[in-house]
């Protein structure tokens, strides 16, 4: 999909449940947002994936340099509002994870934790990343693309590395420089001491242009913030040690999205995310005497203690209770757990897979029974 987002058109990529707690992944300096594909994948079955090329990157349009970070920051916010986003948990690699620090330093209300990878607070003398835009003036991509490679991957040889080869010569030289200048430019006075969310900084042990100190200085200048090593791995991990990096972005919104202790806090959560805050809103709303206790046990009782449980996802959960209140007939749940399916990730063809097998265990007036219901919900959820 394309943004409007003030004088250019942005490329964004969105996946994953849309009323799943929201991601939004910033790719580095040459690359584009394909550069996350493994990670986008892996948290798309339990997160709201936004992904962005961009200012001068992959789909989006360049406009004339130079870029400041505020710029960049202000690019990814105006991304979010498009989306009808307030707050997201932010990652980026590289001019990424620093873009995110500047968005949580600009709107702290709107990041939910941050997640920067293979970055730093300030990126080396003025004078090189000038040398390196002359340099990309004069002869285009081209004429840096060997010796950005030796910085970004360990081995050349890897498709994934030869696939990001051939996103840094088809980067704009106009959008390459024009990011080159906010990286030049950017101070850690713009971040140092105004993030105070949730943070796991991530870093390459063999990164040589963001080295594990420029992560420690991060790590050091965040409250409770935690700091994570990938083994083996140079400037951009995502690809090249795709599955540790996976893993620890995985780690990370596991940490910061886990669930209160208490079974009945626990439940509403997860109430919510299934059903929906207009749904559980107007039902807190409508709560009396008579079925308040019946509301604390099902809370409780079901949602903490059921949904809540990690053997299954939530998605696979959503699964199952369609076909066993289809075969039960019990139709009006049936059709709130339709209605939820656009925060749980089922589609309407794993629908109607559910209800093929109600019919062949459970019978077909049954399945056709809800089969039409399920008909009417979706196409009231169109509209």
């Not at 079925?291 to 998605?315: A, K, M, N, Y």
């Amino acid at each position: 999909m394309f943004c409007q987002i003030g004088d250019i058109s942005m490329h964004v990529q969105v996946e994953g449940p849309p009323d799943a707690p929201p991601v939004l992944l910033l790719h580095s300096l040459g690359t584009t947002l394909h550069m996350w594909d493994p990670q986008a994948e892996a948290l798309a079955r339990r997160f709201r994936v936004v992904r962005m090329d961009m200012r001068g990157h992959g789909l989006t349009e360049a406009t004339p340099g130079p870029y400041s970070m505020a710029m960049l920051a202000g690019d990814a916010l105006a991304v979010l509002d498009s989306l009808g986003i307030a707050a997201a948990h932010v990652g980026g690699v590289s001019i990424g994870g620093r873009i995110a620090l500047q968005v949580a330093a600009m709107a702290p209300s709107r990041v939910l934790s941050l997640l920067p990878c293979d970055t730093a607070l300030e990126f080396g003398p003025p004078e090189t990343w000038q040398q390196r835009m002359d340099a990309v003036a004069a002869g285009g991509m081209a004429a840096v693309v060997d010796g950005v490679m030796e910085r970004w991957v360990l081995d050349p040889s890897l498709a994934s590395s030869r696939a990001l080869r051939r996103m840094l010569l088809g980067t704009d030289p106009v959008g390459y420089m024009g990011c080159a200048a906010a990286l030049r430019d950017c101070r850690a006075e713009e971040v140092v001491g105004r993030i105070r969310c949730p943070t796991t900084v991530i870093v390459g042990d063999r990164d040589p242009s963001t080295p594990p100190a420029a992560a420690q200085a991060i790590h050091a200048a965040i409250p409770d913030s935690r700091l994570m090593t990938i083994a083996e791995a140079a400037h951009i991990p995502t690809l090249e040690r795709e599955g540790a990096m996976t893993r620890a972005v995985l780690a990370h919104m596991k940490l910061v999205t886990a669930l209160p202790a208490a079974a009945a806090e626990a439940g509403m959560v997860m109430r919510r995310r299934v059903l929906g805050e207009a749904h559980v809103a107007r039902s807190e709303a409508a709560l009396t005497p008579l079925d308040q206790p019946f509301r604390d046990f099902i809370l409780e009782g079901v949602w903490g203690r059921v949904w809540t449980r990690p053997g299954l996802s939530v998605r696979d959960r959503s699964l199952l209770c369609l076909g066993i209140l289809a075969a039960l007939h019990h139709h009006d749940e049936f059709r709130l757990h339709v209605r939820a399916t656009k925060n749980t990730g089922v589609t309407p063809e794993e629908l109607g897979e559910v209800l093929l097998q109600v019919a062949a265990y459970g019978g077909v007036p049954t399945a056709n029974t809800a089969l039409r219901i399920a008909k009417d919900t979706l196409k009231e959820m169109e509209g």
